[in-house]
């Protein structure tokens, strides 16, 4: 074997060096570039399908995509900007959760994004409660990881243009501009609801969302006003992307329009501060890591959660009493 030595002199020993070291850099900026920017594997406006195969069948699709288990996804061609939650409100809507996880996790690879899906599924012997699951959702996946960005994402609502970006910004955006069942518009001006991306650091300040309005409606409105106490807008992408494909489907069992919900809309700026994050109630009965999702089943005890909310006002009643008591004696 023959021994080959090539003398270099110190300039050219450092020129070397500081040569690997910025093609290392660019290498990495470039890297860095692609997750950042609209990467070029996006399509733009594609179709939706119903899936009609299987569970297993998606695991096997998705395997070469390398999830860990409970379906956290990382893209492979480069670093991860943030990290992405989804949380869907669910009950009794296999159907669409199949589609669900059929349609959404190619769209979100294809936009280089670090995503989990957490369904969160309410038992039958309440009233379906949609915010309360969003605050569940958002406690509990922030025990499997420290996400900075959260989709709270209807299950029936699937996205047809992939430069409608799953990603979050300063203020909260409303995703869903453009829906199929409205033909392709929204039902008011001021509609809040569907799809709807909050950064942890907004979700904290609005006390994350109301825990009492049981059934259906009035929920998506009270995010509205809840963001206006805070004096935050939320922000659409053009209507020409966020566009949603929504498949006619019968009304749901269990989710009867809420009696309540004009009554709670009216006081939503006021309850903030003690109906949301810090008083919500509910038991987790079991958590399932599926291969491509994480499944949260829980139950909701509404009596114990609705005397929780009173004791969270007399308790914040009590502290704002002190500190006028205080500034008085001053």
Not at 26 to 43: F, G, R, Y
Not at 104 to 127: A, G, N, S, W, Y
């Amino acid at each position: 074997m023959s021994l080959v030595v090539i003398y270099w002199n110190s300039y050219q020993t450092i020129f070397a060096f500081m040569t690997i070291v910025n093609l290392t850099r660019q290498t990495a900026d470039i890297s860095i570039k692609t997750c950042l920017k609209n990467p070029p594997s996006l399509e733009g406006p594609f179709v939706f399908h119903h899936f009609n195969g299987t569970l297993e069948d998606l695991n096997n699709k998705y395997q070469k995509y390398k999830p860990e288990l409970g379906g956290k996804f990382k893209p492979l061609e480069c670093p991860e900007r943030e990290k992405l939650a989804i949380i869907i409100p669910y009950r009794d809507r296999q159907r669409h959760l199949m589609d669900f996880l059929s349609h959404m996790p190619p769209m979100l690879l294809r936009q280089r994004v670090e995503f989990t899906i957490f369904v969160i599924e309410q038992d039958p012997l309440e009233k379906f409660n949609r915010a309360l699951m969003m605050n569940v959702g958002y406690l509990e996946a922030l025990k499997q990881d420290n996400y900075s960005c959260f989709i709270f994402h209807d299950v029936d609502m699937y996205p047809i243009n992939d430069n409608n970006i799953y990603q979050c910004s300063t203020s909260p955006r409303h995703l869903a501009v453009a829906v199929e069942k409205w033909k392709f518009g929204l039902p008011y001006l001021s509609y809040y609801g569907g799809v709807v991306a909050y950064p942890k650091t907004v979700i904290e300040k609005t006390n994350g969302f109301s825990n009492l309005y049981f059934g259906w409606g009035g929920e998506d409105d009270d995010l509205g006003a809840r963001l206006a106490v805070i004096e935050l807008k939320f922000v659409r992408p053009s209507a020409v992307y966020g566009r949603y494909a929504t498949p006619v489907h019968g009304k749901d069992k269990g989710n009867p329009v809420s009696p309540d919900r004009f009554r709670l809309l009216g006081k939503a700026k006021s309850r903030i501060w003690y109906d949301g994050l810090n008083s919500v109630v509910y038991n987790v009965s079991k958590i399932e890591k599926k291969k491509i999702y994480t499944h949260i089943h829980i139950t909701v005890d509404r009596k114990k959660l609705e005397e929780n909310v009173k004791l969270k006002k007399i308790e914040l009643e009590k502290q704002q009493h002190k500190k006028m008591s205080l500034i008085d004696k001053q």
